[in-house]
């Protein structure tokens, strides 16, 4: 069996299985998941392709990043929850700008996803290098928590970010 065929096969499998869960056994949903699965799986391939073919992952940054990943996932449900439930709702919503100093593409994204798990947080937008971060309170300063969010993906990717920002 070719190289391309051994890469392409797994992908086409998966992608056709996802479709299966989203659209169900339908046959007539397959004029629509046909095509998409095809080019799912063709876009993987040239996505994956374009990747540099050392992973920058690191094990150790991966395993502290999860712990924190649990964790601000539940302080996050918890702080905006407290926040709308209350008879008088507590939020003073707004956006403040935040330049990242990490390097990966894969660390941006990541970090640009993982700002939601922040309390009352959300990455609204991306541009020039610069993230638009919508809070439900302006008046907190969301630097320092950016800045270690920034700092464990980075360690993720094997990226080292000073604390002070500089």
């Given amino acids: 069996m070719s190289a391309r065929l051994l890469r392409f096969l797994p992908r086409l499998i998966l992608f056709t299985a996802l479709w299966l869960v989203i659209a169900g056994s ?3 949903s397959w ?3 046909l095509p998409t699965v095809l080019f799912a799986t063709l ?3 040239r996505l994956a392709s374009a990747q540099p073919t050392q992973s920058a992952l690191r094990l150790g940054g991966l395993l502290r990043f999860l712990p924190f990943f649990v964790v601000e996932s ?4 918890i702080d905006v929850a407290s926040r709308v439930l209350r008879p008088r709702v507590r939020i003073n919503p707004g956006f403040q700008s935040y330049r990242p100093r990490l390097d ?5 994204v990541l970090f640009l996803d993982s700002i939601s798990l922040l309390p009352g947080t959300l990455s609204a937008d ?7 971060v919508h809070a439900l309170d302006i008046g907190s300063d969301l630097v320092p928590e950016l800045q270690r ?3 464990l993906v980075g360690r993720v990717f094997g990226q ?3 604390e002070d920002g500089a």
């Fill in 26 to 28: 339908d046959p007539s």
């Fill in 31 to 33: 004029i629509i998941g």
């Fill in 43 to 45: 876009s993987s391939l």
């Fill in 74 to 77: 539940i302080r996050g449900g």
């Fill in 104 to 108: 990966h593409p894969g660390a941006r």
């Fill in 126 to 132: 991306m541009r020039d290098g610069v993230i638009e």
């Fill in 149 to 151: 969010l920034e700092r």
């Fill in 160 to 162: 080292t970010l000073e």
